[in-house]
């Protein structure tokens, strides 16, 4: 078998006639959305999220199945453990990171902002509540409060046992609810407060923005070192209108601003001749503008192109 893990349109692994894969390759199929999404709300990062799906496919092809009595918990508790290896990895670039480090932004289908708390757990907001965890809390929280695992299952992926997960769990819960957003208003006032967003950012209105953003709007930017963007958090209403009614103004005149659902919830993308410049992923609580999370970096926008299946 290929070491590059398959994907859904692959035709490796198939038999003669190429009409089913191989046991190993199908189990795989069918859980590799799943697999990501775990991978990619540990790490924050499709690219590496990418690479653990990898390295989860280059161990499943090595197991003998027939000792396999659930290929899906399997499956987790292999990508699991690659990601925690990798996380921990993750922390040690962070540090010297350029600037404000963001999740990578991905360009999610509707789907997910219809499973709420999906989209919650892999908000750009949410996301960077989770980098507030350890390793260990950070999975656990994710295996149990998004994928609704068991604390038996949870314990093999981390290599703990039953209670202390338990533990780290209640533990987890009570950092994530002290910081995690506001609950967030119907689809359709978010949907009104994006588009008032959009028309007061393309016109650089600062009235106009003052009155979407709420007063204690935060504005986070990530360049990577590689792109100019602000280096520390920008809060409050009229600096981050100010900041956001100046930047808009430096943009080209040929710029095209479109709305698009990045990580379940509304975004700004900001193309300059065609290609993806700025990301700017919107949290929008009770009408008005809380967050606003915009990534530059190039080598975060690769997933923004074609849409990324989610799944739990």
Sequence with gaps: MSGTPPSASDDRGRGSRGDRPDPATEAFLAHRNLLFTVAYEMLGSAADAEDVLQETWLRW???DLATVREQRAYLVRITTRQALTRLRTLGRRKESYVGTWLPE?????PDVADDVELAESVSMAMLLVLETLTPTERAVFVLREVFDLGYDEIAEAVGKSAAA?????HRAREHVAARRPRSAVTSAETRDALGAFQRAATTGDLQSLLDVLAPDVVFLGDGGG???AVRMPVVGADKVARLLATGLRRVEAGALVQSAQVNGYPALIIRIDGEIDTVIAVRIDDGLVTGLYAVRNPAKLSHMEEETILRR
Excluded: W
């Excluded at 932004?105 to 289908?109: K, N, Y």
């Design 165 to 169: 997960v338990r533990q780290i769990a």
């Design 226 to 228: 590689v792109k100019q």
């Design 105 to 109: 932004p991905l360009l999610t289908a």
């Design 61 to 63: 092809v090595g197991v």
